[in-house]
Each structure stands twice: as structure tokens, then as C-alpha cells.
């Protein structure tokens, strides 16, 4: 079995990583700046049994998602999962963001699904599964989350068609929305506050705590099951209820 997760370095994307690496499996791990978090990431990939391929690219330009593929395409000729979770961060207002990192954000976070897709069409086949990872902030407003959140909800949408294009190939593309999570974006995002925030969501979700990262990982897996075929084009919220 291969996967790619791009953004895979750290936070939730290393967690599926690491999810997905018993019994040799090839895990491709995509980043694009921190060397160290990828070494590590690398490390404890090959400690749970897996064949680690470590990426450096930016896929929020077309050479950048050429380069990741074709590094998957050097090891294997099919891809059974293709995770997309990288994110470029972008705080403050809509109308204070500097236009060219939002732009970029727009980009990374909510179109370079299509292109990822487009570039490794021949190595999705039957079977495959795409997933992208969203969050609380392409359905709802939270302050200062405005660039990040527009292009989750673009990436979102992108799914939805994709999934409808893809199904005929018997191809599944599905997003996972997690709640808040202890993860290097947060904290790059809410540098001063997100130990705030996530106690506050701990404390006021109904299952009485907060979201650990091995659970939004747990589910990406769990929704590979073939048995789960006609699952496609939907949003699932991982949360303990909480935006309800």
C-alpha cells in the first residue's frame, strides 16, 4: 500500500502518517520548510514498520505538486491514498492580509487539491481514496481566521466536485473537519492564545473533552474500508459535537 500525505511533517498530517506506516506500507511525507520536523516525522514513520519518502515541495505551485508525485511515481504505480493537509497560515483580517500570502493561502489550502489529483490521475485507481482536511472555519467565522477559513471552505467544495467526477474510476474523495487540535498551525496562528482556545473547547464540548490528534487520524483510516465505497463527496466533523 502507498500514501502521500502532503503537509505530513507535523501536527495531523505526521499522525496520519504515522497511522498509516504498519506492515511496511510506503508513506510518502510531503513538506516544505522545517528540515528538523521532517527528519523526525521520517523517524517515527519507519518506527511503526513503514518505508518513509520524504518529499520537500511546495504544492502550492504546479512544479511543487509535479515534484511530489513524481517522487511517488519513482517508487510505485498505484496510490491507494492521497491526503492533502498542507496549509499555509495567513492571521488577521480579510482586508488587512497582505494580497500575496493570501493568495497563496487561497492556493495551498484550497486549489492545490485539484492539481495533486490531476498530477497523480494515473496512479488513482479503484479503491483509492482522496481526503482533504478542513476545519471549523470554512462553515463558521472565527475571528482572524478569514484567509485560512475562505480557502477550507473553497477546498471543501472542490471536494465535493471531484468526488462526483472521480466516482465513475470507483475513486472516493471525502473531507475530514476535526475540531481544534494541539497542532503546529494553530499555534502559528494563535501564537499568544491557543492553549486558551483549546481549553475552552475542551471544557465547553459535550463529550467533556478535547480532540486528540490520533482520533482525526483513526478516522482517515477507518474511511479507506472498502465497505465504505458509496461514502463520497461529504464533510465528516470530527468534534464531540461541539458545532452542534
Not at 465547553?204 to 478516522?219: H, K, Y
Not at 482517515?220 to 464533510?235: I, K, S
Request: net charge negative.
Amino acid at each position: 500500500m502507498a500514501i502521500c500525505v502532503t503537509g505530513g511533517s507535523s501536527g495531523l498530517g505526521r499522525a496520519i502518517a504515522e497511522r498509516f506506516a504498519a506492515g511496511g506500507n510506503h508513506v510518502f511525507i510531503n513538506y516544505h520548510a522545517n528540515d528538523e520536523a521532517a527528519a523526525e516525522a521520517v523517524a517515527a514513520v519507519r518506527a511503526a514498520g513503514g518505508k518513509p519518502h520524504l518529499v520537500k515541495a511546495d504544492v502550492g505551485t504546479q512544479d511543487g505538486v509535479a515534484e511530489v508525485i513524481a517522487a511517488v511515481h519513482a517508487e510505485t504505480d498505484r496510490l491507494d491514498q492521497l491526503v492533502h493537509c498542507a496549509a499555509k497560515p495567513v492571521r488577521g483580517p480579510l482586508t488587512e492580509a497582505d494580497p500575496t500570502a493570501l493568495r497563496e493561502s487561497i492556493v495551498v489550502n484550497g486549489l492545490a487539491l485539484v492539481d495533486l489529483v490531476r498530477e497523480a490521475g494515473h496512479l488513482l485507481g479503484r479503491g483509492s481514496s482522496v481526503f482533504y482536511l478542513s476545519s471549523r472555519g470554512a462553515r463558521f467565522v472565527i475571528p482572524e481566521y478569514g484567509a485560512l477559513g475562505s480557502a477550507k471552505a473553497l477546498g471543501e467544495h472542490v471536494v465535493r466536485y471531484l468526488a462526483k467526477e472521480l466516482a465513475p474510476r470507483g475513486i472516493r474523495v471525502n473531507t475530514i473537519a476535526p475540531g481544534g487540535v494541539d497542532t503546529a498551525a494553530l499555534r502559528a496562528m494563535f501564537p499568544d492564545t491557543y492553549e486558551e482556545r483549546l481549553a475552552a473547547a475542551a471544557a465547553s464540548n459535550p463529550m467533556g473533552r478535547g480532540l486528540e490528534i490520533g482520533e482525526a487520524a483513526a478516522l482517515v483510516e477507518r474511511l479507506c474500508d472498502p465497505e465504505l465505497e458509496m461514502l463520497t463527496g461529504q464533510t465528516i466533523t470530527l468534534d464531540g459535537g461541539i458545532s452542534l
